[in-house]
């Protein structure tokens, strides 16, 4: 297999990841004097605030999810393979992929993060994680089919296990998580379910720290707890989830909870990139840049958005800046400026990050948002939450289904979306891919040469 990109006179800008940093990066670098390559594993481009609205059964998949062909569309000098990056070779100006190798001028690293199980492999085999459409339509799988197994099963206790969800992590994803799933106790699974009592039915929202939101502000925190309460959600404080065993959630405190929904969003960690050594990554794996988003030492090579760390860049961010997509916005803006600039001779800009706040929602009308001085709690924060995320999504339609399935289940929660589909892959794709992973890339990159 081949990228199939033709060199020109062009310098050619490898972009890996089309989340928000590298999708605002290539769109910056429209009309430019690059040619542009993005590569990603999936072939469009996700909103990641609102994948937990799918594993809940509130959205479709595709609602928040846009195709990169159809946002490139009759661009000049841009291409997309969809492909995963296994290593880079810097002094060559190469990296190594699952399709093949592409050389680059400029290289740069956009490809976010993925679920942080701190290490513990037992964990990351048995937990359910929400990173991505692909899990979240896992885990609504799985949810809908034990509540269709609950009403079957032959013991008390298997029917406990299966209604019993465990949610670990009290960060903006697990407290949405949390109430979006109360929400479906208290309003769906009455009328789908009749037959199964709702009160079977106990949420988790198991926290190591002492409070919620820890990145917010101690009022907000304060309000998103009491609002969950109110939900009928047993938020568990200070307690630390060591092992998932015979269907049971060990804590460090000796004590365990019985459920077959054991759903993990505690952290992220930067996508990791096969062969790069050690000494270039700093906290969470993320890739240590410079200012101006550089990889120091390797010529060429940056990094964008959460899969990168800005350690000493910029002052009123000591310790790098929060994994939020508002930062690789600003930074693929950035850098876009800086490659031009670049180019023509001129010295780049280091980055700045301004801060646009934060808001977390928890379910019909509640919700936190905070924006410099101002904090606002309840239905104002709620609405404001909604006009953000609503403006935020790419593509009129999607816009518009979000908006309509947001106006319906406001005042019926009556979604045809709760169907349980598990994709085939056909032969073929399986074939391809069990080809692909039985190759061995790199030994002979060097001799080959790039395409």
Not at 384 to 400: A, C
Request: proline fraction near 4%; glycine fraction near 8%.
């Amino acid at each position: 297999m081949s990228f199939n990109v033709p060199r020109t006179e062009k310098k050619r800008v490898v972009i890996v990841g089309g989340g928000f940093g590298g999708l605002q990066l290539a769109n910056r670098l429209r009309n430019s004097h690059f040619q542009v390559v993005l590569v990603d594993k999936n072939n469009y481009h996700q909103f990641p605030p609102l994948i937990y609205q799918i594993a809940s059964s509130g959205i479709e998949p595709s609602s928040i999810s846009f195709p990169f062909r159809k946002i490139f569309q009759k661009r000049k000098d841009f291409y997309y393979r969809m492909a995963e990056v296994r290593s880079i070779f810097p002094e060559q100006k190469i990296i190594q992929t699952s399709i093949g190798k592409v050389d680059y001028d400029y290289l740069v690293l956009a490809a976010g993060t993925t679920t942080n199980f701190f290490g513990n492999k037992h964990v990351e085999e048995e937990a359910m994680p929400m990173k991505n459409v692909s899990e979240a339509m896992g885990l609504r799988n799985a949810l809908l089919d034990n509540f269709e197994r609950a009403l079957t099963c032959a013991s008390d206790v298997e029917r406990q296990e299966l209604l019993n969800i465990v949610i670990v992590g009290g960060g903006a994803t697990g407290v949405e998580i949390a109430g979006a799933l109360s929400e479906m106790k208290n309003y769906v699974l009455p009328k789908d379910y009749p037959d199964l009592p709702k009160g079977l039915m106990n949420i988790y929202l198991i926290e190591a720290g002492n409070r919620l939101l820890s990145a917010m502000s101690e009022e907000s925190s304060a309000h998103v707890e009491q609002y969950l309460r109110e939900m009928g959600v047993n938020v568990l404080l200070g307690k630390m989830v060591t092992d998932y065993r015979d269907h049971r959630v060990m804590l460090k405190d000796g004590s365990s909870i019985a459920t077959r929904t054991f759903i993990w969003v505690s952290g992220v960690a930067a996508q990791p990139v096969g062969n790069l050594p050690e000494k270039y990554l700093g906290r969470g794996r993320r890739i240590t840049v410079n200012a101006f988003n550089q990889v120091e030492g390797l010529e060429g090579v940056f990094s964008i958005g959460d899969q990168c760390i800005m350690p000493e860049g910029d002052p009123n961010w000591a310790g790098g800046h929060p994994q939020l997509a508002q930062v690789a916005i600003q930074q693929g803006k950035l850098l876009a400026k800086n490659l031009k600039r670049l180019e023509a001779g001129k010295e780049m800009k280091p980055f700045r990050y301004r801060n646009l706040g934060a808001m977390a929602t928890v379910g019909r009308n509640r919700a936190v948002a905070e924006f410099s001085k101002v904090r606002m709690a309840g239905f104002w924060a709620w609405l404001m939450w909604l006009i953000v995320h609503l403006r935020s999504i790419l593509g009129v339609r999607n816009k518009t289904i979000v908006l309509f399935n947001w106006m319906w289940n406001y005042f019926s929660y009556s979604q045809s979306l709760r169907m349980i589909i598990y994709a085939k892959k056909a032969k073929e794709v399986r074939e391809r891919e069990q080809r692909l992973a039985s190759q061995h890339w790199g030994t002979d990159l060097l001799s080959e040469g790039a395409d």
